[in-house]
């Protein structure tokens, strides 16, 4: 059995000959390659346009026009879908109700999807 490749070589031949080899570092902290839950503050008054806010503004999520979901009592829930005609009719009157009515606990995590990432990014939701 072979050990696996931990590094890249990199060979580029347009002007003369240049290789390099690195090895690759994962960030536990990187959004795009960890799985790790980021931590986002909230109050349980809060709405969820309010929350959605946030995800726009916040320097380390900056992100666009954020689909939201959860599970709440083991079911899975749709809470916000923008990008989809059909799910933003259905789930536009989510953005005036507050967190605690849409049933949110403290920890609560959420799956957001984004045009900004490649992959869902989960998020634990924190009551100060």
């Known amino acids: ?16 000959v240049y290789s390099s080899s690195f090895s690759y570092e994962r960030n536990p902290e990187c959004l795009a390659c960890s799985q790790k839950p980021q931590l986002i503050t909230a109050k349980p008054l809060d709405t969820l346009q309010d929350l959605i806010d946030a995800l726009k503004e916040h320097p380390l999520f900056q992100m666009r026009s954020p689909g939201i979901t959860t599970k709440i009592n083991g079911k899975s829930k749709t809470l916000y879908m923008p990008n989809v005609p059909m ?14 009515d849409l049933g949110f606990l403290d920890g609560q995590e959420l799956v957001v999807v984004d045009v900004t990432s490649p992959t869902a990014r989960v998020l634990t939701v924190k009551f100060p």
């Not at 059995?1 to 003369?16: E, I, K, Q, S, T």
């Not at 799910?87 to 009157?93: F, G, I």
Request: glycine share 4%; aromatic share 14%.
């Open 1 to 16: 059995m072979y050990a696996p490749l931990d590094n890249y070589f990199l060979f580029n031949d347009v002007d003369g």
């Open 87 to 100: 799910l933003e009719a259905q789930t536009r009157e989510n953005l005036e109700r507050s967190l605690a």
